[in-house]
């Protein structure tokens, strides 16, 4: 009897290895390819490589599109309402020669969505980007306390450029939530 157990255990373990690795090169065909920053790597992956915005604006490119997201205040506190803006550029000029000297031209972030999310669940924090000042795109945001103590979140931005989706990735650390005043 055990015999038999521990060779159904076996044949089952062999299946679901067969399946992972079928599964795993097969081709994928998504419908449409969005542009994405190359340092968009998971959550609680790579932190050096994706763009820190707690303190400072953060800047990603994709596909010559300039994805800047700026905070207000800073750094932003945990429990408390902080702004998000925005922005979406492309080189003035289309000569390599003077790229580094090209001013950027602001275009419009169309559809634009910004989504926040911790290594561990924390609910689901979407926030759509409206219309702002100066051509940016922003959202009020309030992000809760992780109980943990674990300050680092992860904000996906997400929209279209000229009719191409693009997406970049950026890390934040909140404060600690200012304390309650005493009644």
């Not at 945990?78 to 803006?85: D, E, G, I, P």
């Given at each position: ?5 521990a ?5 089952a ?6 399946a ?6 097969r ?7 969005p542009?994405?920053v ?8 790579g ?5 820190d ?5 953060g ?15 800073r ?16 080189l003035a ?6 790229a ?14 910004i ?23 922003e959202?009020?945001v309030v992000l ?8 680092r979140?992860?904000a996906t931005?997400e929209?279209?450029?000229a009719?191409q989706?693009r ?5 934040l650390d909140?404060?600690?939530?200012s ?5």
């Amino acid at each position: 009897m055990r015999r038999a157990a521990a060779l159904l255990g076996l044949a089952a373990f062999c299946v679901v290895v067969v399946a992972a690795f079928w599964m795993g090169s097969r081709p994928s065909t998504p419908a449409a390819t969005p542009v994405t920053v190359p340092a968009a790597a998971s959550a609680g992956s790579g932190d050096d490589a994706v763009p820190d915005i707690t303190n400072a604006d953060g800047v990603s490119d994709a596909g010559g599109v300039r994805i800047t997201v700026s905070l207000e205040p800073r750094p932003p506190a945990a429990l408390a309402a902080f702004k998000v803006r925005v922005f979406a550029s492309v080189l003035a000029s289309t000569d390599p020669a003077s790229a580094m000297l090209s001013p950027r031209k602001l275009v419009p972030f169309e559809a634009g969505r910004i989504r926040f999310e911790m290594t561990m669940p924390m609910g689901e924090q979407r926030y759509s980007l409206v219309p702002g000042p100066q051509g940016a795109q922003e959202a009020a945001v309030v992000l809760p306390a992780c109980s943990s103590g674990d300050r680092r979140w992860y904000a996906t931005v997400e929209g279209t450029v000229a009719g191409q989706p693009r997406i970049a990735r950026f890390r934040l650390d909140l404060a600690r939530p200012s304390p309650a005043p005493a009644p």
